[in-house]
């Protein structure tokens, strides 16, 4: 038998003849386990998921269909040509669900001397080299904390303060970061900016006097 793959249908040749195999989504066919506390509204377009921490809702995609049984939640697709959206909507259906139990959490340093950030009720302040300061409105669902962590002063040189930022959709979390790392972008020598708590950064080095 010879096969020829490719990422969701494979083609076999058995005796001469060619037939098509269907493999489903590796992550879409995957269920979700639905957690004590969390109801799940299967809705003609999107999932209802309320928990402890909140509600949100998750899209279902055309072609896409949700099954709940004794505490699971399962997906199907019509067909192969929904396959795209399949792992895509079992991925955002959990994030809810992780969501709404644990919440999420990103960190971001504020590097660069003179650099500062502070919480003010429902924004962020910070001074970032600019002739004046800048508020950033934290979106409904977000909330933010800030704190000098030590280790992290002999770590990172001219290091400042780390935000925390929380809440329970994922998705505008990681918006958030994105919005706060472009106020001020990491310097390519230095690192000075806003940075992500988890990447690495490599810096380059200056010009060197002859």
Known sequence: MLVVGCL??????????????????????????????????????????KGPKGNLTSPIPQGI??????????LERSDDKHSAMHGLARALANNAVVGVTEGFSTQMDVVGVGYKADVQGNKLVFALGYSHPIEYPLPDGISASTERLPKKSSEIQQYQTTITLSGIDKQLLGQVAAELSRLRKPDAYKGKGIRYADRYYRLKQGKTAA
């Open 65 to 74: 269909e949700f099954k709940q049984d004794e505490g699971v939640l399962t």
């Open 8 to 49: 969701r249908t494979q083609l076999t040749t058995d005796n001469g003849q060619l037939t098509k195999v269907r493999n489903m989504s590796r992550i879409g066919k995957q269920p979700i386990n639905i957690p004590s506390g969390v109801t799940i509204t299967i809705k003609d377009e999107v999932l209802e998921v």
